[in-house]
């Protein structure tokens, strides 16, 4: 049984919330989920797991970046989400 969301996906959810037309890199999305540390292979496979989840319920979807070859999430459509809805 689920115990609500985890510390990762309510920084993504957050991120989204204060920047709902902007494009982000998973780890762009890392290091908002873990400020001060280095962000290594091991937590873009955490935030990659958290988007998994979290994804459908916002309305993401993967894309490309505004720079060429680069890809990352931004949402579909503008929407505000709050962390106190379940999931």
Wanted: glycine letters at 6%.
């Amino acid at each position: 049984m689920s115990r609500g969301l985890g510390k990762v996906q309510c920084a993504i959810i957050a991120a989204f919330n204060d920047h709902p037309n902007r494009h982000f890199k998973i780890a762009e999305l890392a290091s908002l989920a873990y400020p001060g540390v280095a962000i290594e292979d091991k937590h873009c496979q955490s935030v990659r797991r958290a988007m998994i989840k979290v994804a459908p319920e916002l309305g993401l979807t993967k894309c490309r970046a505004s720079r060429s070859g680069e890809r990352g999430w931004r949402l579909s459509h503008p929407l505000i989400f709050h962390m106190n809805e379940k999931v």
